[in-house]
């Protein structure tokens, strides 16, 4: 059902939706994926139970929230207050994981221009650790295995383009939508999932070739955590820009939205244009220098 925009202007209440399940759910399921990615992390095979249990349910909770919102949305329940809201929701939400990245890239930034200099700079430290080359990438003076640092011109280059080349597809998909051309808006939405499912592909691959080729796991000291926990848990933030970018191309093959009210789209856009910002970031400090 196509949504009325002559609906949505004349709601004059506030739609205040029915208690639901669905975030203590989504809250359980993350805690049993967190849960089991600690017994993983620590040999004991148990926890891939609990991380496939926790992916189920929220899968689960996922398809039904999705599903009462939409309901929501197309039934004229949302109006000017409402959208308001979700943009305000939306920005803050962003916001807060930008200072979710910041977190890490100060740890990155602090471990480059800190913490090993000072290692190697200490006269005390010389002695515990003879012949450390203060320089980065390093996996800090107490980790002897050899290891070799991902470089940037190869798979992170081309999956830079991609994300880029995804970042003008979506904004080609949202014009067309003001323009209310279904036929563009859907192929330039697809070809969007598509360029993100292209890059998680190429991530997944990189991650073979450093752990078998490159010796470079999350242990190979700080270069290895810091490289692993950003761009690991940004390839997580693509999976999950991927889901929504899927759910709305499923909703703009039903006639969903109109040109005047289409936050729905909006808010993914804005999700998306944030990972390919983060990524930018990555490339240039975590691959590049």
């Given at each position: 059902?196509?949504?009325?925009?002559?609906?949505?202007?004349?709601?004059?209440?506030?739609?205040?939706?029915?208690?639901?399940?669905?975030?203590?759910?989504?809250?359980?399921?993350?805690?049993?994926?967190?849960?089991?990615?600690?017994?993983?992390?620590?040999?004991?095979?148990?926890?891939?139970?609990?991380?496939?249990?926790?992916?189920?349910?929220?899968?689960?909770?996922?398809?039904?929230?999705?599903?009462?919102?939409?309901?929501?949305?197309?039934?004229?329940?949302?109006?000017?207050?409402?959208?308001?809201?979700?943009?305000?929701?939306?920005?803050?939400?962003?916001?807060?994981?930008?200072?979710?990245?910041?977190?890490?890239?100060?740890?990155?930034?602090?471990?480059?221009?800190?913490?090993?200099?000072?290692?190697?700079?200490?006269?005390?430290?010389?002695?515990?650790?003879?012949?450390?080359?203060?320089?980065?990438?390093?996996?800090?003076?107490?980790f002897e295995e050899q290891f070799t640092p991902m470089g940037a011109w190869g798979i992170p280059a081309i999956n830079t383009l991609l994300l880029l080349s995804s970042g003008v597809t979506v904004t080609m998909a949202h014009w067309a939508l003001k323009e209310n051309n279904r036929k563009q808006l859907i192929g330039f939405l697809a070809l969007t999932v598509l360029l993100g499912v292209l890059f998680l592909v190429l991530q997944a691959y990189e991650y073979g070739h450093a752990i078998r080729?490159?010796?470079?796991?999350?242990?190979?000291?700080?270069?290895?955590?810091?490289?692993?926990?950003?761009?690991?848990?940004?390839?997580?933030?693509?999976?999950?820009?991927?889901?929504?970018?899927?759910?709305?191309?499923?909703?703009?093959?039903?006639?969903?939205?109109?040109?005047?009210?289409?936050?729905?789209?909006?808010?993914?856009?804005?999700?998306?244009?944030?990972?390919?910002?983060?990524?930018?970031?990555?490339?240039?400090?975590?691959?590049?220098?």
């Open positions: 059902m196509a949504q009325n925009a002559s609906t949505h202007g004349a709601q004059r209440h506030y739609a205040v939706p029915q208690p639901m399940p669905w975030p203590i759910m989504g809250s359980t399921a993350l805690f049993l994926m967190a849960l089991g990615g600690v017994f993983v992390m620590n040999g004991n095979r148990a926890g891939w139970v609990s991380i496939g249990a926790g992916l189920i349910l929220l899968l689960y909770m996922m398809v039904r929230w999705f599903g009462a919102v939409i309901r929501e949305s197309e039934g004229g329940k949302y109006g000017q207050w409402e959208d308001l809201s979700f943009r305000w929701g939306m920005s803050w939400f962003i916001f807060s994981e930008v200072m979710f990245f910041g977190a890490f890239f100060g740890a990155l930034f602090w471990a480059r221009i800190f913490s090993v200099p000072d290692l190697g700079s200490i006269e005390s430290n010389a002695l515990m650790w003879p012949g450390f080359e203060p320089h980065w990438p390093s996996a800090g003076p107490a080729e490159l010796n470079l796991t999350l242990s190979t000291g700080i270069y290895g955590s810091t490289f692993y926990m950003l761009t690991g848990f940004h390839g997580f933030h693509v999976t999950c820009g991927v889901i929504m970018l899927t759910v709305i191309l499923v909703r703009c093959t039903r006639g969903h939205f109109t040109p005047d009210h289409h936050f729905g789209f909006e808010g993914v856009a804005w999700y998306w244009h944030f990972v390919d910002v983060v990524w930018l970031g990555l490339f240039i400090f975590v691959y590049w220098l």
